[in-house]
């Protein structure tokens, strides 16, 4: 068994970055993932590799636009109101077809809102954040050795795919320590033709752009990267299930409300209530088909925020509305406790009687 | 027969879309045969703004990256650090670089980052059609400025150089012009200095052109070279701003 280490969320992102071969971090201090940057700070100068604090978020995922542009494994992290600052950026690298990680610790918002764990920007990333049709690999984290792990693996999709991986995580994951294994495996190896590495007077000059002023030519760049999601859709998906074998309430969580949720269905399963969990690890893309099997036998869902109720949505998309899907939210910072999603269990339970 | 006169072999052979009498050709002309005369076209990458110059990817043949609107010098900061051996260049206008460039210019300045910025300052935002930049001057009218530029109301030209120049960072300031021969052989001799700066590993080097605007400045092509060393010379004084390395050797 692989040895583990206790570490704190930040840190497990930071570490198994490095491992992935990251060797270029640039960001601007945000609480609460200011941890990632001077865990950069520290480690990267040992190892050859670059930590640069930018002067904004604005400048960082420039910088990362750079990096990535000659080809190397790049990072960058920030919180809620860092992430909106980083959306300019994020459609450009979308625009240019940059593959790279961003890490977003989620806080309370919506303006500068609060320092405390939020999953309010759900809609933000899996629906791009910035302008134009894109998408992002969005992975959402449930526990400290996810939050490793799903930091190696999005640096192998984002150059699979040539696209940008999100981490998205919230304060809590960021903040609490559990033991990790760092046993991450073997880095694959992308093509990297397109890279802006000089020409060296032995090929045609490669551009990085996201500039197309022919609108038939624009179209087709949307739609083959279009056909490059749907390959991701198709095989990328990933979620957990939790006691679904033989469950009539599902309830839908991700993130530190999987936790939670997970205590309150032990709870009501002591108390002979049928409920399960289909946790979505990807968000995008969603376990769409997971939850529309889900809807053939379940006959009720709960989606369990950190928000006003944004993957609500997403679950009344997969499951096609075909049963009714209540919210189990807390916002601004909050977290639902084990007993606010037992009582919305309950009360889901009350109404299939 | 001696070849006295040809295209730059940095330059790529494709037509520029730049409007008649538009000085842009002459700096591209000039940075390219920068690139050839150091033997750097294999290593270097070069970064476009937004602005006129925004297709400037297709004119050179080294490798090259479209940043988005004022963030070529945090994108050069990012290719720089990742490939520390390679050329990077930055091609900017004013409202790129002075104004909603004007936090990564500052930054990547002060941090002296190594490489070469080319800033094309004809004092109005061309792409779009003739609005008042960061470096109009007093009085002048544009399509925003449409009674002269009151700075009462909107502010000061920002002068570049002479700003950058109050920073330990920079390396290299030099205001040059392209208005007349004179003029852009000086430029050519700065343009090349501030790529040699780049190979000698100095530091940041920016070069601040002079450059006219015909078609926005409702001017021909002549009297629009004319209006630089009537109005924008005499408010953006040509020379050297900063050379820390000659500062050295002085001291």
Not at chain 1, 220 to 228: E, L, S
Not at chain 2, 179 to 191: D, E, G, M, S
Not at chain 2, 219 to 229: E, N, R, V
Request: proline share 5%; aromatic share 6%.
């Amino acid at each position: 068994m692989a040895e583990k280490v206790l570490m704190k969320g930040n840190e497990a992102i930071a570490e198994a970055a490095i491992m992935a071969g990251c060797r270029h971090y640039f960001g601007y201090p945000i609480t609460p993932q200011t941890e990632i940057a001077a865990y950069m700070a520290k480690r990267m100068p040992k190892i050859g590799g670059c930590f640069l604090q930018a002067e904004s978020e604005i400048a960082a995922i420039n910088m990362v636009y750079g990096a990535a542009s000659a080809g190397v494994r790049v990072m960058t992290s920030s919180s809620s109101p860092g992430i909106s600052l980083k959306g300019e950026g994020l459609s450009y690298m979308a625009g240019s077809d940059l593959p790279a990680l961003v890490i977003n610790v989620q806080r309370g918002g919506p303006g500068l809102g609060g320092i405390q764990p939020s999953q309010s920007d759900y809609f933000q990333s899996t629906r791009g954040g910035g302008h134009g049709d894109y998408h992002m690999i969005i992975l959402a984290p449930a526990s400290v050795q996810e939050m490793a792990s799903l930091t190696f693996k999005g640096f192998d999709l984002a150059e699979k795919y040539r696209m940008t991986a999100m981490i998205l995580a919230d304060g809590t994951m960021g903040q609490m320590m559990e033991p990790v294994s760092l046993e991450m495996g073997e880095i694959n190896e992308h093509d990297k033709s397109w890279a802006v590495t000089g020409t060296k007077m032995a090929r045609k000059h490669n551009i990085i752009n996201s500039l197309s002023l022919i609108p038939e030519e624009l179209e087709q760049q949307n739609f083959d990267r279009y056909a490059r999601y749907k390959k991701v859709e198709e095989n990328e998906v990933m979620y957990e299930e939790y006691l679904m074998d033989d469950a009539e309430i599902c309830i839908v969580a991700f993130g530190i409300a999987a936790r939670v949720s997970r205590n309150a269905i032990n709870e009501a399963r002591a108390q002979g209530i049928k409920v399960g969990m289909i946790r979505p690890i990807t968000l995008w893309p969603f376990p769409k088909d997971a939850l529309d099997k889900a809807a053939d036998t379940c006959k009720a869902f709960i989606s369990v925020e950190l928000s006003m109720g944004q993957m609500i949505e997403d679950v009344q998309l997969a499951t096609k509305c075909r049963r009714p899907v209540t919210l189990c939210n807390r916002a601004g910072g909050m977290i639902p406790s084990p007993e606010e999603v037992l009582q919305a269990i309950k009360e889901a339970k009350g109404g299939l009687e | 027969m001696a070849i006295v006169f040809e295209k730059p072999k940095a330059l790529a052979n494709v037509p520029l879309h730049y409007c008649p009498g538009c000085t842009h050709g002459i700096i591209h002309r000039l940075v390219a045969e920068a690139i050839d005369a150091l033997g750097i076209e294999g290593t270097t990458v070069g970064v476009a703004p937004v602005g006129c110059s925004v297709m400037a990817y297709n004119y050179f043949n080294c490798d090259m990256v479209e940043a988005a609107h004022g963030r070529a010098p945090a994108v050069a900061t990012g290719l720089k650090r990742a490939m520390p051996e390679n050329i990077i260049f930055t091609y900017q206008g004013d409202g790129d670089l002075a104004s909603i460039g004007m936090a990564e210019t500052v930054h990547a300045a002060t941090r002296n980052e190594n490489i070469t910025v080319i800033f094309v300052n004809n004092a109005i935002y061309g792409m779009t059609g003739g609005q008042m930049a960061p470096t109009s001057l007093p009085g002048q009218v544009t399509q925003t400025s449409p009674y002269g530029r009151d700075v009462k109301h909107c502010g000061w030209p920002v002068k570049v150089c002479e700003m950058l120049a109050q920073l330990e960072g920079p390396e290299y300031l030099e205001r040059v012009a392209v208005n007349n021969v004179k003029n852009i052989r000086n430029a050519k001799r700065a343009i090349q200095k501030a790529f040699e700066n780049q190979i000698n590993n100095k530091g940041f080097s920016l070069i601040e052109v002079i450059s006219s605007c015909p078609t926005n400045w409702g001017m021909t092509p002549q009297k629009a070279l004319q209006w630089i060393d009537d109005n924008m010379i005499p408010y953006y004084p040509l020379g050297v701003y900063k050379d820390r390395s000659a500062e050295q050797e002085k001291a």
